[in-house]
């Protein structure tokens, strides 16, 4: 079975919705590692209610990004893990880990990229006055939010949005689109050539 390490940074409902996928059968793989680089954020707690082993890396201890990079692959590596999820995970990657885990790292982004890259997507979203907009799984490369997409769904914005509730209503199709994407890799589904990426059925 695939394992996944899930990256994480705060309240962790994408890294919930795949422990739950998994328990439920309707994803056919496990999350073999939760990795946070921030000590006491709730997503830790949902891994240790789903008996799932976890480990704070604090990025604060390393001098470079690629030093901590390294220190996250190599505890992926220890844990076998195949593909990696970064699940509101704050930190810009390097090379260190997308030449360890090459087109094996996705990233689950609150609006329909290229949109509102970046921080804020639902502030940014709101600002702008789209009347749609939704979110995006996309393999992960050296840019903010420019990798290769593999899935997006739309969700509408209404004139009476709040950057709350319009996160809310985007995380619960977020809470879908993750574990899709991540049963396709699962099952072997996913080619990528260059920008491009097929789905196989
Ligand atoms: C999600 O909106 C995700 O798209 C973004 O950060 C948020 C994480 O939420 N990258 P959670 O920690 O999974 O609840």
Same mark, same amino acid.
């Given at each position: ?11 962790? *409902?994408? $890294?919930? %919705?795949?422990?739950?996928?998994? /328990?439920?059968?309707?994803?056919? =793989?496990?999350?073999?590692? @939760? ?75 609150? *609006?329909? $990229?290229? %949109?509102?890259?970046?921080?804020? /997507?639902?502030?940014?979203?709101? =600002?702008?006055?789209?009347? @749609? ?69």
């Amino acid at each position: 079975m695939m394992s996944v390490g899930v990256l994480v940074s705060g309240n962790g *409902s994408n $890294l919930q %919705a795949l422990l739950d996928a998994s /328990a439920a059968g309707t994803l056919d =793989a496990r999350v073999a590692v @939760v990795i946070s680089n921030v000590a006491g954020v709730p997503a830790l707690e949902r891994a240790r209610l789903a008996h799932v082993p976890s480990r704070v890396i604090p990025h604060g201890d390393f001098g470079r990004r690629e030093d901590f990079d390294a220190a996250v692959v190599a505890v992926l590596r220890e844990h076998g893990v195949d593909l990696v999820v970064l699940a509101g995970f704050m930190r810009v990657v390097t090379p260190v880990l997308l030449q360890g885990y090459a087109s094996r790292v996705i990233n689950v982004h609150p *609006s329909l $990229l290229p %949109a509102f890259p970046g921080l804020d /997507a639902q502030a940014q979203a709101l =600002a702008y006055g789209v009347c @749609v907009s939704g979110c995006t799984v996309h393999l992960v490369d050296a840019g903010m939010d420019t990798g290769p997409i593999l899935a997006q769904v739309p969700v509408p914005v209404y004139p009476t949005d709040t950057t709350d509730s319009l996160r809310a209503r985007i995380l619960a199709q977020e809470h879908i689109i993750l574990p899709t994407v991540v049963s396709w890799f699962a099952a072997d589904r996913v080619t990528v050539n260059g920008r491009r990426v097929r789905v196989s059925p």
